[in-house]
């Protein structure tokens, strides 16, 4: 009983109509990147063919035009993420960077001996900043542990934070098995040791709506790419006053207020983590994916992404052997699984012969592939654009799979 008219909606994905390898594409790696809806694309269409133009120091028109839709843009993202103020959001080029950018910041904020929590779910680009910052600074990381489920062990976390923990990383929603993490809680419950919070929304943010203000998280990061806009673009929400503590990551024109050779003094914010010329066309689109998403509803894209992932669940547990990794009752449509006996790389071939994308390997969270013991997992990630006909080409392909490789 599908909520959305899904006809509809696919006919704005001119990507969904293509054949790969002879078939019909079945695009189900949307944790990895999501697909890009016309009217995004129209919209990099239009600022090249209109107003290309670099912003923020232009007297011309142009460049005032690129200026406002830009600025238009950031305005439009504060609003999604209710942050309170627009200064608060800082363009980067993705989660990665924002995450190096908050990590690098912290350099000159810790001393020998604090402490940094991160969770066992994490990708790699929220473990090996922070295990650099600690080589700068003599800080020392601590892991909350997962369970057979794939969910945090909650007591672990409480037990792990103390006066000496100074920062806490943790996914909104982990990449490899889709759990989503009690992220208020372990806010709430850092905040009260006096630590800062950063929140990796990179797989949340296509399916959740997150409310910075209600989370109360200091630092929230998200790439555009994974929320129907282009690639190269993302925003670090930020606290005011944490941005203002931070100092600056790149230094070059932009970020400045004066520069002498004796002294430089930096912009306010946001210009202060936005040096040199950004991705103008990137964020504008990245604006127009919020407008896209807003448009079909973010409850009605969960609720219908939930039923594929029911579907989906019980489709592929009908296949002898397949075991899913990740089966939290609070998970996003994200189904990682293996079937025994057979390596997950040799089933994703097969399936991509079969005009199946789905991904397969460590999903950049070795840890969590070494606490299950298994080389990887083959990962069918859900977006609202999918159809259960789509899941049920999947199983036919995986249990084609199994035959061939049995
Ligand atoms: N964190 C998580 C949870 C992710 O899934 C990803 C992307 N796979 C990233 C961070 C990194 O995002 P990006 O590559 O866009 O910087």
């Known amino acids: ?83 309170s103020k627009s200064h608060e959001i800082i363009f980067t080029p993705g989660t990665t960077y924002g995450i190096n950018l908050v990590a690098n910041g912290f350099s000159a904020l810790l001393n020998k001996g604090d402490e940094i929590i991160v969770s066992a779910l994490e990708h790699h680009s929220n473990i090996v900043p922070w295990q650099m910052l600690c080589e700068r600074t003599g800080a020392v990381l601590k892991v909350i542990p997962m369970d057979l489920d794939g969910k945090l062990v909650m007591d672990e976390y409480h037990n792990l934070l103390n006066p000496k923990t100074k920062l806490v990383f943790c996914n909104h929603v982990s990449n490899a098995l889709g759990t989503i993490n009690p992220i ?47 690639t190269g673009v993302g925003i670090l929400y930020g606290k005011e006053e944490w941005l203002n503590k931070l100092p600056p990551y790149q230094g070059g024109g932009e970020m400045i207020a004066e520069v002498t050779f004796e002294k430089t003094t930096y912009a306010d914010l946001p210009h202060k983590f936005e040096a040199g010329t950004p991705n103008i066309s990137g964020g504008i689109a990245f604006g127009a994916a ?39 009752s609070e998970k996003t449509a994200v189904v990682s699984f293996n079937i025994e006996g057979i390596h997950p790389y040799d089933i994703g071939s097969i399936l991509d012969k079969l005009g199946i994308a789905v991904r397969t390997g460590h999903h950049c969270a070795q840890p969590i592939m070494d606490f299950y013991k298994i080389p990887g997992t083959v990962r069918a990630s859900f977006s609202f654009y ?14 084609r799979a199994k035959a061939m490789l049995t």
């Open 1 to 83: 009983n599908t909520v959305f008219d899904i006809l509809t909606i696919r006919k704005d994905f001119p990507i969904l109509n293509r054949k790969v390898n002879g078939e019909a594409l079945v695009y189900l790696d949307n944790a990895a990147t999501s697909q890009t809806p016309k009217m995004v694309i129209d919209a990099i269409v239009d600022y090249y063919s209109r107003y290309n133009s670099n912003i923020h120091r232009g007297v011309h028109s142009l460049s005032q035009e690129a200026t406002e839709m830009y600025e238009e843009a950031r305005l439009k993202i504060q609003k999604h993420f209710n942050a």
């Open 184 to 230: 208020k809680e372990i806010i709430t419950a850092a905040h009260k040791v006096g630590a800062a919070v950063l929140i990796d929304g990179a797989q949340a943010a296509p399916h959740i709506k997150a409310d910075v203000q209600q989370l109360d998280a200091d630092f929230y990061v998200v790439s555009g790419h994974k929320m129907c806009g282009p």
């Open 290 to 328: 919020l407008d896209y998403m807003n448009t079909i509803g973010f409850d009605a894209i969960a609720q219908y992404e939930d039923e594929l992932l029911k579907y989906a669940t019980d489709q592929l547990l009908t296949i002898e052997g397949l075991k899913i990794y990740g089966t939290s």
């Open 386 to 399: 999918n159809t259960k006909e789509e899941i049920d080409v999947l199983v036919a392909g995986v249990k």
